[in-house]
């Protein structure tokens, strides 16, 4: 996936990624906040067979370069709906989802049981 990809161009691994975004993070925001620059990464889980994706976090930048947790309308994407849904919501929200980077930065993964 091009996200994984980008992520290790960015930070080198995942270590690192959670040294220099996640282990930094003192705040959680809105993701309408008009300070946010871009998201950074929204991780996504799910079991195998079942219909919906959860969102296991979401971080972002602010525009003066700190990183926040991001809250997003809610805790779960259908399935084979990623961008329907975050478009959606980004439409009741009055944001441009596209200009936060949101559809670069998802890793998704399924576990079995």
Same mark, same amino acid.
């Given at each position: 996936m091009s996200e994984t990809r980008n992520l290790l161009?960015?930070?080198?691994s995942y270590d690192d990624?959670?040294?220099?975004?996640? #282990?930094?993070?003192?705040? %959680?925001?809105?993701?309408?906040?008009?300070?946010?620059a871009e998201i950074v990464r929204l991780r996504l889980l799910s079991d195998l067979g079942f219909g919906f994706w959860d969102i296991a976090y979401c971080h972002g930048r602010l525009k003066d370069g700190s990183f926040v947790d991001?809250?997003?309308?809610?805790? #779960?994407?259908?399935?084979? %709906?990623i961008k329907e849904t975050i478009i959606n919501w980004a439409k009741k929200d009055d944001i441009y989802a596209k200009g936060l980077?949101?559809?670069?930065?998802?890793?998704n993964n399924e576990r079995i049981g």
């Open positions: 161009e960015l930070y080198g990624y959670h040294e220099t975004v996640t #282990q930094k993070i003192t705040e %959680r925001i809105y993701w309408d906040d008009p300070r946010l991001v809250e997003l309308p809610d805790n #779960q994407i259908p399935k084979g %709906r980077n949101i559809f670069n930065v998802i890793s």
